[in-house]
């Protein structure tokens, strides 16, 4: 099983990119589970949301202790959350970020996902939209396949500027 | 056709296959995103039933039972203090024979102000005359909504269902769906005693003492009679579908020397804490209860029971652990634990079996392992 735990704030779209992954992962041929922090969501407070992929039906609802991947889709909260908490050794983490973020005994990553709504004019209420461009960045890592990325995007978005902030995100991803 | 849902989608994709003539509903916290999406369904033109906005729970069961009564086919969904605000009214459509269905999502009762995953409010709902099935996953939660219409109307039964869902952990999860057409599997609804409207006659009036057990004893004829009708429900659902259900989801109970009893997605996720202490040379087994009416005859015979109650009965205890002491002769040890959406592990379920005390009571997060 792999474990995925995906930090963002309150009205960025954390729970829609958990949704993502898991139609992508289902469309990849295996099973997949996606869940909110159950709790009241307040818009801009940090939030976070779980993935869980396998190869096998997913009997487990308890929330995520030990991920094997941490996502940051808001470089900020790492200012107020601890986002390696439980990650296991050599976990993966992958942050929003133009700047690159190293973390000692993981694997880190980063992509420009806020730069790449904006430049896709990927915006609503004012905010860059995050959700479907962080799924081409996992795609990259190979967390779910390119098509079944896309497939995903499609089947929940109609505007295929999500797609194409995806694809972006895909080719910056230094992989 | 291959999705991902939520355990409120997965209900209300079920009841528009079903399509319902009447769904009565009242939206306030905590109600579901079940109704929303069933008005959203209605107001897109996708069903084609008379969406009753009305102004409480109480109503909401009312309005059932007054369409319900005609021969109209029924569906209402509610949760928590929803449910208990319904009860003079859910009492009502079972005496009345209604085969209304309806989904709840579990959560617990105020206060504290709590809208987490509890089973106490159905079960206050125990001696009411209603089936009552726990579900475990998104795809078991649309097919027994499916299954509910068929067992509730067939007319050996004629009595009210309720699917119940946890609040959270099962209403708000993601996860595959496999949406089915049931074609003929709902046959249309046929009610014996249902009133012509073009000449209404009224009953339900004075019973006196020398009928009145008889009323009820015609529902406890029905609610036995009923077990035969889920059983020959599920295995057609299995033989058409291919999904097999039961009374119980069994698993390794088989050769197992201690079985965990829970309901919902306790129960579910204990089958994680079996493989666990199965490589630990624990003999464990886990028996998800689905049907808590009518309670089915459990095949404890020579096992050591660890029975997780996700509910309570003050005075008394766990209200399944209850139910099992007096249905078996077996030693249970009773384990109290995501009272309010208090998260529990499958490790922590591991650990329930490990510190096992027959015979007692165990409060997860109050007491202590001995």
Same mark, same amino acid.
């Given at each position: 099983?792999?474990?995925?735990?995906?930090?963002? +704030?309150?009205?960025?779209?954390?729970?829609?990119?958990?949704?993502?992954?898991?139609?992508?992962?289902?469309?990849?041929?295996?099973?997949?589970?996606?869940?909110?922090?159950?709790?009241?969501? +307040?818009?801009?407070?940090?939030?976070? !949301?779980?993935? +869980?992929?396998?190869?096998?039906?997913?009997?487990?609802?308890?929330?995520?202790?030990?991920?094997?991947?941490?996502?940051?889709?808001?470089?900020?909260?790492?200012?107020?959350?601890?986002?390696?908490?439980?990650?296991?050794?050599?976990?993966?983490?992958?942050?929003?970020?133009?700047?690159?973020?190293?973390?000692?005994?993981?694997? !880190?990553?980063?992509?420009?996902?806020?730069?790449?709504?904006?430049? @896709?004019?990927?915006?609503?209420?004012?905010?860059?939209?995050?959700?479907?461009?962080?799924?081409?960045?996992?795609?990259?890592?190979?967390?779910? #396949?390119? @098509? #079944?990325?896309?497939?995903?995007?499609?089947?929940?978005?109609?505007? @295929?500027?999500?797609?194409?902030?995806?694809?972006?995100?895909? +080719?910056?991803? !230094?992989? | 056709?291959?999705?991902?849902?939520?355990?409120?989608?997965?209900?209300?994709?079920?009841?528009?296959?079903?399509? *319902?003539? %009447?769904?009565?509903?009242?939206?306030?916290? *905590?109600?579901?995103?079940?109704?929303?999406?069933?008005?959203?369904?209605?107001?897109?033109?996708?069903?084609?039933?008379? &969406?009753?906005?009305?102004?409480?729970?109480?109503?909401?069961?009312?309005? /059932?039972?007054?369409?319900?009564?005609?021969?109209?086919?029924?569906?209402?969904? $509610?949760?928590?203090?929803?449910?208990? &605000?319904?009860?003079?009214?859910?009492?009502?459509?079972?005496?009345?024979?209604?085969?209304? %269905?309806?989904?709840?999502?579990?959560?617990?009762?105020?206060?504290?102000?709590?809208?987490?995953?509890?089973?106490?409010?159905?079960?206050?709902?125990?001696?009411?005359?209603?089936?009552?099935?726990?579900?475990?996953?998104?795809?078991?939660? &649309?097919?027994?909504?499916?299954?509910?219409?068929?067992?509730?109307?067939?007319?050996?039964?004629?009595?009210?269902?309720?699917?119940?869902?946890?609040?959270?952990?099962?209403?708000?999860?993601?996860? *595959?769906?496999?949406?089915?057409?049931?074609?003929?599997?709902?046959?249309?609804?046929?009610?014996?005693?249902?009133?012509?409207?073009?000449?209404?006659?009224?009953?339900?009036?004075?019973?006196?003492?020398?009928?009145?057990?008889? %009323?009820?004893?015609?529902?406890?004829?029905?609610?036995?009679?009923?077990?035969?009708?889920?059983?020959?429900?599920?295995?057609?659902?299995?033989?058409?579908?291919?999904?097999?259900?039961?009374?119980?989801?069994?698993?390794?109970?088989?050769?197992?020397?201690?079985?965990?009893?829970?309901?919902?997605?306790?129960?579910?996720?204990?089958?994680?804490?079996?493989?666990?202490?199965?490589?630990?040379?624990?003999?464990?087994?886990?028996?998800?209860?689905?049907?808590?009416?009518?309670? *089915?005859?459990?095949?404890?015979?020579?096992?050591?029971?660890?029975?997780?109650?996700?509910?309570?009965?003050?005075?008394?205890?766990?209200?399944?652990?209850?139910?099992?002491?007096?249905? $078996?002769?077996?030693?249970?040890?009773?384990?109290?634990?995501?009272?309010?959406?208090?998260?529990?592990? &499958?490790?922590?379920?591991?650990?329930?079996?490990?510190?096992? /005390?027959?015979?007692?009571?165990?409060?997860?997060?109050?007491?202590?392992?001995?």
């Amino acid at each position: 099983m792999f474990e995925i735990r995906i930090h963002s +704030r309150g009205g960025q779209g954390g729970v829609t990119a958990a949704r993502l992954l898991a139609l992508a992962a289902i469309y990849d041929g295996k099973y997949a589970t996606a869940a909110p922090f159950y709790g009241a969501e +307040r818009r801009g407070a940090p939030i976070v !949301s779980f993935v +869980r992929i396998d190869d096998k039906p997913i009997r487990i609802y308890s929330q995520i202790r030990k991920p094997d991947m941490v996502v940051v889709l808001d470089a900020s909260v790492m200012d107020v959350v601890d986002v390696l908490q439980g990650l296991k050794a050599g976990g993966k983490v992958f942050v929003n970020s133009q700047q690159k973020k190293t973390f000692s005994g993981y694997v !880190s990553s980063n992509v420009d996902l806020t730069g790449i709504a904006l430049k @896709e004019n990927l915006v609503v209420s004012g905010s860059p939209i995050l959700n479907t461009p962080v799924i081409g960045a996992l795609a990259k890592m190979g967390i779910v #396949s390119v @098509e #079944s990325a896309k497939k995903a995007i499609r089947e929940m978005f109609t505007d @295929e500027r999500n797609v194409k902030a995806a694809e972006a995100a895909f +080719r910056e991803m !230094s992989a | 056709m291959k999705k991902i849902a939520t355990g409120n989608k997965a209900v209300a994709e079920a009841v528009k296959q079903v399509r *319902p003539d %009447v769904i009565a509903a009242y939206p306030i916290t *905590p109600q579901t995103e079940i109704v929303e999406q069933i008005a959203e369904f209605v107001s897109g033109g996708e069903l084609k039933s008379r &969406y009753i906005p009305v102004e409480s729970e109480h109503s909401a069961m009312a309005a /059932c039972i007054g369409a319900s009564i005609t021969g109209a086919r029924t569906f209402t969904a $509610t949760s928590s203090h929803g449910l208990l &605000y319904m009860h003079e009214m859910t009492n009502w459509a079972a005496g009345a024979r209604l085969p209304v %269905v309806m989904a709840n999502v579990n959560r617990s009762l105020g206060p504290g102000w709590n809208i987490w995953a509890e089973h106490t409010d159905a079960l206050q709902e125990r001696d009411t005359g209603w089936l009552q099935v726990y579900v475990s996953t998104v795809q078991e939660a &649309y097919d027994a909504t499916l299954m509910a219409f068929r067992i509730a109307e067939h007319n050996d039964v004629l009595l009210p269902v309720m699917i119940n869902l946890d609040g959270f952990l099962l209403s708000h999860i993601m996860q *595959p769906l496999d949406t089915i057409d049931p074609g003929d599997f709902i046959p249309p609804m046929s009610l014996p005693h249902a009133i012509d409207t073009k000449n209404p006659a009224g009953y339900g009036g004075l019973t006196g003492p020398d009928q009145q057990f008889r %009323v009820r004893w015609d529902i406890e004829r029905s609610m036995r009679d009923a077990v035969k009708v889920i059983e020959k429900t599920q295995e057609e659902f299995a033989k058409r579908f291919g999904r097999k259900y039961g009374f119980t989801e069994d698993y390794l109970c088989g050769d197992a020397e201690v079985i965990i009893v829970a309901m919902g997605t306790l129960g579910k996720e204990a089958e994680v804490a079996v493989d666990m202490l199965r490589q630990e040379g624990v003999k464990a087994g886990s028996m998800r209860l689905r049907w808590l009416r009518p309670f *089915p005859k459990l095949n404890l015979k020579g096992k050591q029971v660890v029975v997780i109650d996700r509910d309570y009965s003050f005075g008394r205890g766990g209200i399944l652990a209850t139910e099992i002491t007096a249905q $078996t002769k077996e030693q249970v040890a009773s384990i109290i634990a995501g009272i309010g959406g208090q998260e529990v592990t &499958y490790e922590d379920i591991a650990d329930f079996v490990r510190h096992r /005390c027959m015979g007692t009571e165990f409060w997860f997060g109050v007491d202590k392992y001995v």
